[in-house]
């Protein structure tokens, strides 16, 4: 997560949707009083004691960035999160904990002992919906939802906003490995994820 009281700028980090590209194009840009917990280094080093102190981590969901910020200064600021085709996701938390260093994870175990059809199974009870992230009472409580297949063009948009340069790289990427997904598994995914089916579908097109 970035909060920027400054900037007016708020991003809610959701698990593999580009967050970590998102926090690596931000941090060099960063002003004093900004927060930015996980994504970088620095990040990363923050995060525990944020979330000691207040109950924020990484990937804290809008309700709790807005309690932490004030609910006046959380409304005056341009929040926003990227939401990534379930089934695209669910593939590349799988490709990602089949790494030997993701072992503290809960899904790695499963990644590593079954298939994508297995894993699919099971993801769901550990791997949390997108939309809990960005959604107070059922509604959108950010500014802006962006699609990750535009994250280029997202955060060109973001930067323009918020006076900062727009290019990005892609940092913590999946390993590269090749995931068939029957029809089956993929209607099953999607109707575990229904409502982030709906939110990644309803996102307008940048511009």
Same mark, same amino acid.
């Given at each position: ?53 207040? &109950? @924020? ?9 807005? $309690?932490? =910020? *004030?609910?006046?200064?959380? %409304? +005056? #600021? ?10 695209? &996701? @669910? ?9 030997? $260093?993701? =072992? *503290?994870?809960?899904?790695? %175990? +499963? #990644? ?25 009472? *059922? ?69």
């Amino acid at each position: 997560m970035i909060w920027s009281r400054a900037r007016r700028c708020c991003f809610v980090h959701i698990p593999k949707t580009g967050g970590t590209s998102i926090a690596t194009a931000y941090e060099p840009y960063m002003l004093f009083d900004d927060v930015m917990l996980g994504g970088t280094a620095m990040g990363e080093a923050l995060q525990r004691h944020y979330r000691a102190r207040f &109950r @924020l981590h990484k990937h804290s969901g809008v309700r709790a960035i807005r $309690d932490a =910020a *004030g609910g006046e200064d959380f %409304a +005056a #600021a341009f929040s926003f999160a990227v939401i990534r085709d379930p089934v695209a &996701r @669910l593939v590349s938390l799988y490709r990602w904990l089949r790494a030997p $260093d993701k =072992a *503290g994870h809960p899904l790695h %175990a +499963a #990644a590593n002992t079954t298939d994508f059809a297995a894993f699919a199974g099971v993801a769901p009870q550990g791997f949390g919906s997108q939309a809990a992230l960005v959604t107070i009472g *059922g509604q959108v409580a950010v500014t802006r939802l962006y699609r990750f297949e535009d994250l280029p063009a997202a955060w060109a948009d973001v930067a323009g906003r918020i006076g900062v340069p727009g290019t990005i790289g892609h940092a913590n990427a999946a390993r590269s490995e090749r995931i068939e997904v029957s029809a089956a598994v993929r209607a099953a995914i999607e109707a575990a994820y229904a409502e982030d089916v709906a939110l990644w579908r309803s996102i307008p097109p940048i511009g």
